[in-house]
């Protein structure tokens, strides 16, 4: 796919190291010809982000907090002065209080479920809004979720609730930004070993459970995840939009455990 976004300017948001989705996504996009801009979420994370922008030859656009809409404003703001436009918006970035990602999604609180609503779901829309106005002939935003919006998960509890209002937020922007040829599309990915999903309880048995159970009998890659991306911010996709597309070794078509594939 070499040279399939030459020419597009691409933000993406939530590399937070070199395992992040994000990261993965970015280094496909790089690869396929894009300049990028990145941001960081904290200044802790600053010192990690700069020089993965560096190997990329990508700008770095500021610290946007989505719980701090300032600071989305901020980064668009710079993106407008450095592109006076934008082809592409990744949204790779969720967050709930990890204490609720165990236990019983009945006990979520109130505040952490409006947190996790809003970091993890409202921010989507939030960037879409500030993304239509960079969009003036059309772009491509693109959003991560989980198989744990449609079923239930252990320990995904407030998570799978929140995912599951990113997933329908894909559907209602893409009917509303459609008229201006921007496309709006999720990428279902399979459990990845990052940062955030070490938040996650049992993780490693969740890996090996796919791994078992999965058609493909692995798991999946940010390379892979991020090739997906390339696919779907790119000109390949035009006829794509409100799509939720798995890219989890086909683990979506799976309905019960494969007596076959259990360790022995
Ligand atoms: P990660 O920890 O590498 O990335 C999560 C990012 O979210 C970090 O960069 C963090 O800084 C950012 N973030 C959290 N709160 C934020 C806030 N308030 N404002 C701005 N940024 C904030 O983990 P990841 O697994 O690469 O997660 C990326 C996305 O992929 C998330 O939406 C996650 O739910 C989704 N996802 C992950 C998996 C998995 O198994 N890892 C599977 C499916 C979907």
């Not at 082809?87 to 165990?102: E, N, P, R, T």
Request: glycine share 10%.
């Amino acid at each position: 796919f070499a040279g399939i976004l030459a020419g597009k300017k691409g933000l993406i948001l939530g590399v937070a190291n070199n395992r992040s989705i994000a990261w993965g996504i970015a280094k496909a996009c790089a690869d396929a010809g894009a300049e990028l801009a990145l941001t960081y979420q904290v200044e802790a994370l600053e010192k990690r982000v700069r020089p993965l922008a560096a190997e990329l030859g990508a700008h770095v656009v500021g610290r946007c907090d989505v719980a701090e809409p300032e600071t989305i404003d901020a980064i668009f703001a710079e993106v407008a002065k450095l592109w006076g436009k934008v082809d592409f918006v990744v949204h790779c970035l969720a967050y709930s209080d990890k204490d609720q990602l165990d236990g019983r999604y009945v006990d979520t609180t109130l505040d952490n479920f409006l947190m996790s609503m809003n970091i993890s779901c409202f921010s989507f829309t939030a960037i879409a809004q500030r993304a239509e106005k960079l969009m003036p002939e059309g772009g491509s935003l693109l959003t991560l979720t989980y198989y744990g919006a449609e079923k239930w998960m252990p320990h995904y509890n407030v998570m799978g609730v929140a995912k599951a209002g990113l997933e329908a937020s894909v559907r209602y922007l893409a009917a509303d930004l459609g008229e201006k040829n921007i496309r709006v599309n999720a990428i279902s990915a399979g459990p990845i070993k990052t940062m955030a999903a070490s938040g996650i309880g049992d993780f490693r048995y969740i890996l090996r459970w796919n791994e078992y159970n999965a058609p493909l009998r692995r798991v999946v890659t940010i390379e892979e995840v991020g090739e997906t991306a390339v696919y779907l911010l790119s000109p390949m996709s035009r006829g794509v939009s409100g799509e939720i597309l798995h890219v989890d070794a086909g683990y979506h078509v799976v309905g019960m455990m494969n007596p076959a594939a259990a360790p022995k």
